[in-house]
Structure formats: C-alpha cells, structure tokens
C-alpha cells in the first residue's frame, strides 16, 4: 500500500508564490515518476508538470517558466514551486505517483491541497 500526502495549498495574491509538497509512503520499492495534476472548478482534472526519476520534466504551458517540479529521491518527495501565480492558478492540486511497491507499478493518487489566488 502506497500513500501520498500533500501539503502547501493556501490563498495567496496574485502575484504571489507557494511551494507544494507530495510525500509518499509505504512500501516503495522505486518511483518511476511523479506529477502534479489541478482541477478547478467545473473543468476537467489536467496535467500541471510531471517529472521522471530522472529528472526529466514536462509542463503544461500555461504553467511554463513560472512552476518548477522537483523530486528528491531519497525522500520519495515531489515538490511544485509556483511563482507569478495568477487567478486562473486557482485548482485543487493533485499528486500523481507510478510507484513500484510488492512486485507491481501502481497508479496513485493524493487527497488534494487547494490553491486559491485572489486577484
């Protein structure tokens, strides 16, 4: 079983920056790669930035040159800093890992932490 938990979702200004975490735990063999997907209101959940084990990253690009995703391996951690934010930033923000754990890659997900900027 394979957890992840998210942390950093608050309200901010537009203008502003935040700096998401994704911790997983359990059992973990290695991590093939994690991502950072949003939902905001009455839109469909999309990708924001995915990054391999690696290092290689991809960006969706509304999102380009203002989010940097990162992961620090030995943590099993994920982490998305958000700078220039604007209103449309505004999203619950998902964790996505490919973990290996027993003797399978799995597809997990985290509760969510929201993001809310005001303009």
């Known amino acids: 079983q394979v957890h992840l938990v998210e942390s950093g979702g608050d309200l901010v200004q537009a203008g502003g920056s935040l700096r998401l975490s994704c911790a997983a735990s359990?059992?973990?063999?290695?991590?093939?790669?994690m991502g950072w997907y949003r939902q905001a209101p009455g839109k469909q959940r999309e990708l924001v930035a995915r990054?391999?084990?690696?290092?290689?990253?991809v960006y969706t690009d509304p999102v380009q040159g203002r989010f940097t995703i990162s992961m620090d391996n030995a943590k099993n951690t994920a982490y998305l800093k958000m700078n220039s934010l604007k209103p449309e930033d505004t999203a619950v923000y998902y964790c996505?890992?490919?973990?290996?754990?027993?003797?399978?890659?799995?597809?997990?997900w985290g509760q969510g932490t929201t993001v809310t900027v005001s303009s």
């Open positions: 996505n890992a490919q973990v290996f754990s027993d003797d399978s890659y799995g597809d997990y």
């Open positions: 359990g059992i973990i063999f290695s991590i093939n790669h």
């Open positions: 990054i391999n084990s690696e290092g290689s990253t």
